[in-house]
């Protein structure tokens, strides 16, 4: 397996649609799927680049391992369902706390999902490569606005302790999207790779010049050194 460049992690309460998110960006279709049990692992060749995207349960009994899937992230995506205001709320609640062990320079999105049970619009499948899904035909009443999302997204920031004039806008961390149809679902992946681009950068060259230790040299030549080895087991 190939080693990532860079982690990306979903976060949020069950039934949002984490899962089916990334079945739909990686696999280019949408499948109804159970509740994820701890993790799941995915790696996206994007480029020359290989970038691991965590899929995190959101069952209560899981949620401690949530802190340890994002240790080391680069992105966090942080995900809730349009049609339900309180999933939007258990985003500052419950999971805002697990991204503390993620990198200093963390990229926040903000994610509604669902967007097809309140928008016409999200109910068109937006690129001919994406295989269709069959669409209930029921709407349901949008319980969060993106005026909301917007101002969770600045206390999002300010519990960083980022300033927000120096950060990136609401309107551009703050998606909405459809799993079911594909709406926004390459939107939002895309520019998040974007973004994370200058961490994967510097993350290599930390690489190239971390440096290297000569074991033998250290270790020391001749037969006494040969001697010492053998002795040792």
């Known amino acids: 397996m190939k080693k ?7 976060l949020g309460d069950m039934n949002v649609g984490k899962t089916s998110l990334l079945h739909r960006y990686t696999e280019r279709k949408f499948k109804d799927t159970v509740s994820t049990v701890g993790g799941a692992f995915f790696l996206k060749q994007w480029g020359p680049y290989n970038i691991s995207i965590w899929d995190t349960a959101g069952r209560e009994q899981f949620h401690g391992l949530g802190s340890m899937y994002c240790r080391g992230a680069a992105a966090v995506i942080l995900t809730y369902d349009v049609t339900n205001w309180q999933s ?18 963390c990229i926040y999105a903000l994610v509604g999902n669902k967007a097809d049970l309140t928008d016409p619009k999200a109910q068109l499948t937006p690129n001919p490569d994406v295989a269709p899904a069959s669409l209930s035909g029921v709407t349901l009443n949008k319980q969060v606005t993106p005026e909301e999302a917007a101002a969770l997204y600045g206390r999002i920031l300010r519990y960083k302790g980022l300033e927000e004039k120096s950060s990136l806008p609401a309107e551009k961390m703050c998606f909405e999207t459809s799993a079911k149809t594909g709406y926004n679902v390459d939107a939002l992946f895309e520019a998040l790779f974007d973004l994370v681009l200058p961490s994967i950068l510097r993350k290599r060259n930390e690489n190239q010049e971390s440096p290297t230790v000569d ?12 001697r010492a080895r053998s002795a040792c087991c």
Do not use: Y
């Open 88 to 105: 939007l709320a258990e985003l500052e609640e419950r999971f805002l706390s697990l991204t503390d062990t993620a990198n200093h320079d």
């Open 215 to 226: 074991l033998e040299e250290c270790r020391g030549g001749g037969s006494g050194n040969k």
């Open 4 to 10: 990532p460049d860079v982690k990306v992690v979903l």
